[in-house]
């Protein structure tokens, strides 16, 4: 088997989304997007490439004018991405997920930037997803097609924040540069050793609300996981939730409410999940609906996407970023621990 470094370059077209009315204004045309990647095969070293076909690890930078640089700014992004193969023939699809941190030149200010209500800080998380399909011209050059969406933005830590959502249609040359013969590690397809999994999460971040330039508040989200693993790549589970945020109470006293006690602004809900899992490191999405609510502007349905990187024995550290639909609710750290048993 062999290893190989190759390089692209792909060119997005696309637009940006006005999922808020104040952003109509932010975009004046189509936008392009400029990027390059370079990337490495894996072998097989460890086991969840296999399970994956080998999929291709990459970092990739991307560069826009963002259609209205005067409102947005350029943006510069970089991040690291997993390719993970559908179709591997002459004609070949793939999935890209990609987590990264990006730039932008023009935020919010309320003097001159004032229409820019979509970014507030110059360095925002940067996600990246996107379905492609290949034709491979000759042994060392393929071309591509896709699609892709590109979502950046500070996860609420400041206001305002609805941040850019960018779905685009993308081209890309891909060349190899260096290949070398490798002996690819192998796994014996012996059946699951373990089928449940369960784990117990917190993570802790801080958001602002509206008006601008006000108070940080405290956020946190527990959760009591439980997975059944379909097959050795991933798993599916139910989720008992338990959101913390301290703006709530800002937020009812604005309607004459004063809770008791911070206990009662407590969000319990209940999430369906899947996850990827890529050897020490997971990537599960939830989807779910609170059972009690008492601040209700956000709406009772959330998303969670959290990554887990397994630190030592069933010790986890994750990062968690929490949605309601389109709008970023806050993004937080936190640890884990995680028992496995058949």
């Known amino acids: 088997m062999s290893q190989s470094v190759t390089g692209a370059f792909r060119y997005h077209y696309g637009f940006i989304l006005d999922h808020h009315p104040e952003m109509a204004v932010l975009s004046k045309s189509h936008i392009s997007v400029f990027e390059v990647d370079l990337m490495k095969s894996t072998i097989g070293k460890k086991q969840w490439e296999k399970l994956y076909h080998y999929p291709n690890l990459g970092l990739g930078y991307m560069y826009s004018s963002l259609g209205n640089s005067e409102i947005l700014g350029k943006l510069h992004g970089l991040y690291p991405f997993v390719d993970l193969p559908l179709l591997n023939r002459t004609i070949y699809s793939t999935v890209r997920l990609g987590l990264g941190l990006s730039y932008v030149t023009e935020i919010f200010n309320l003097d001159n930037n004032f229409r820019n209500t979509a970014i507030s800080r110059h360095f925002n998380a940067l996600i990246v997803l996107g379905l492609n399909t290949g034709v491979k011209i000759n042994s060392d050059t393929k071309f591509e097609i896709g699609l892709s969406f590109i979502h950046f933005s500070n996860g609420g830590t400041r206001m305002p ?130 059972l009690y609510e008492p601040e209700k502007s956000d709406g009772n349905i959330y998303d969670q996407l959290v990554l887990n990187y397994k630190i030592w024995k069933g010790l986890h550290a994750n990062l968690t970023l929490k949605t309601h639909f389109a709008k970023a609710d806050f993004v937080g750290l936190g640890l884990g621990y995680q028992i496995e048993f058949k």
């Open 161 to 290: 924040n609805y941040g850019v959502n960018l779905p685009t249609a993308n081209a890309s040359i891909i060349q190899r540069f260096s290949e070398k013969k490798v002996i690819r590690g192998d796994y014996l397809d012996n059946p699951l050793s373990t089928r449940w999994v369960v784990r117990a999460l917190i993570s802790c971040g801080s958001k602002e609300i509206f008006p601008v330039n006000g108070p940080n508040y405290f956020v946190s989200s527990a959760s009591l996981q439980g997975f059944y693993k379909v097959w050795k790549g991933g798993m599916i589970g139910l989720s008992f939730d338990l959101g913390y945020d301290a703006s709530d109470i800002e937020l009812l006293n604005r309607k004459d409410i004063y809770p008791d006690s911070k206990l009662s602004i407590l969000k319990p809900g209940v999430s369906l999940g899947y996850a990827i899992l890529l050897g020490d490191l997971s990537l599960s999405l939830h989807a779910g609906s609170y």
